[in-house]
Nanobody
């Protein structure tokens, strides 16, 4: 089992920045790690993904504003969010899946991000 714990959420004004963290309870070097988000009354959606070797990709809504990174030594991934918009308001979830371990997957509990003036 692996627990994922997100932190760093909060309230910010439009145009502001936040940095989310997701700490794994054990080594996640075998996992592709991602951030998803879910706004009220909407489906959970993909935000960003980072592979074991650091290759990343983003949803169109995140490109140019968000940056995902990982520190395998600390078993932590990050999501730097800049130029935040009200439509970025959501609960942000950390997700890990390992194609090397029969697609074993884990979700964090989520952290709330609110962008409002």
């Amino acid at each position: 089992q692996m627990q994922l714990v997100e932190s760093g959420g909060g309230s910010v004004q439009p145009g502001g920045s936040l940095k989310l963290s997701c700490a794994a309870s054990r080594s996640f070097s075998m996992y592709i790690m991602s951030w998803y988000r879910q706004a009220p009354e909407k489906q959970r959606e993909f935000v960003a993904r980072i592979t074991r070797d650091g290759t990343s990709d983003y949803a169109d809504s995140a490109k140019g504003r968000f940056t995902i990174s990982r520190d395998n030594a600390k078993n932590t991934i990050y999501l730097q969010m800049n130029s935040l918009k009200p439509e970025d308001t959501a609960v942000y979830y950390c997700y890990g899946i390992s194609p090397f371990l029969n697609n074993r997957e884990y979700w964090g509990q989520g952290t709330q991000v609110t962008v409002s003036s």
